[in-house]
C-alpha cells in the first residue's frame, strides 16, 4: 500500500488551561484519496508539535467535503495522560487504548444479576466459616 500525501492545517488553536490541554479544528488535504486514518494524522501532528506519546492526541468529528480530497474535523492534545483520563468521555479513551471495556454478553450479565439477586441480604457459607 502505497503512502498517502496530505498536508494538515490548524485553526482556532488554543490553550485550555482549565482542561489541560490545547485544542483546535483541522483541516486535511488529501487529494486523490478518500480519507486519511486518525493514527497517521496522529502521528504528524505529533511531529509538527512535538509530542512523544501519542495517547494524549485525541482526533474527532471528521467530516469528508463533498468530492473528497479535503476533510475537517478537531483534536484535544493534552498535557499528560492523567488529564486525558480525567476529562474525556469513556468512547474516546477506547478509542485511543487508554481503557479496556470487560465485554460480555447480555446473557451472562443477566445472570449475573439475577445471581446477585438470591445472594443479597444471607450470609455466603463459604465466608461464614
Given at each position: ?9 490548524t485553526q482556532k488553536f488554543k490553550d485550555n488551561l482549565l482542561l ?42 471528521f467530516k469528508t467535503h463533498f468530492g473528497g480530497g479535503m476533510s ?43 445471581k446477585s439477586k438470591k445472594i443479597r441480604g444471607k450470609k455466603n ?5
Open positions: 500500500m502505497k503512502p498517502i500525501n496530505f498536508k494538515i492545517s489541560q490541554r490545547k485544542q483546535f479544528s483541522i483541516t486535511i488535504n488529501h487529494p486523490g484519496f478518500a480519507s486519511v486514518s486518525k493514527k497517521e494524522l496522529q502521528k504528524e501532528i505529533a511531529n509538527v508539535y512535538k509530542i512523544k506519546d501519542f495517547s494524549t492526541i485525541f482526533l474527532f468529528g475537517t474535523g478537531f483534536g484535544f492534545i493534552y498535557n499528560n495522560i492523567k488529564a486525558a483520563r480525567q476529562f474525556e468521555p469513556r468512547y474516546r479513551l477506547v478509542r485511543n487504548e487508554l481503557l479496556e471495556i470487560n465485554r460480555q454478553s447480555s446473557k451472562q450479565r443477566k445472570e449475573q444479576k439475577n457459607k463459604k465466608t461464614d466459616n
